[in-house]
């Protein structure tokens, strides 16, 4: 038997059962909750930054870093060889 290193498991470290629960009985298990305004909260505090910004996938994240750094046609972006192809239709989009 082979052994592989496990790919894209969710990783329980503490109270993940308990708030997954709390966020599905408030009714708010996407857009902008209860725990979407903690985890800004929590990022602008730890990062030191006036706004942080949650997307719904590195895809999206990706994109926005794109609009945001206005990249143009033409412009070289460089990316790892190793990814999801999410990763260069993000950048692709915008024909860099």
């Keep these: ?11 329980f470290e503490g109270h993940e059962h308990e708030y997954i629960a709390e ?11 209860p725990f979407s305004k903690r985890c800004h909260a929590y990022l602008e505090a730890e ?4 706004r942080a910004l949650l997307t719904t996938s590195c ?11 206005d990249i143009k046609p033409g412009d070289e972006v460089i990316l790892p060889s190793f990814t999801f192809v999410s990763t260069v239709d993000a950048i692709r989009e915008f024909a860099a």
Aim: hydrophobic share 45%; charged share 10%.
């Design 59 to 69: 895809t999206h994240a990706l994109e926005m870093s794109a609009l945001l750094l």
């Design 47 to 50: 990062l030191g930054v006036p």
């Design 1 to 11: 038997m082979i052994n592989s290193i496990p790919f894209n498991r969710p990783s």
């Design 23 to 33: 966020a599905i009985t408030a009714g708010h298990i996407s857009g902008d909750g």
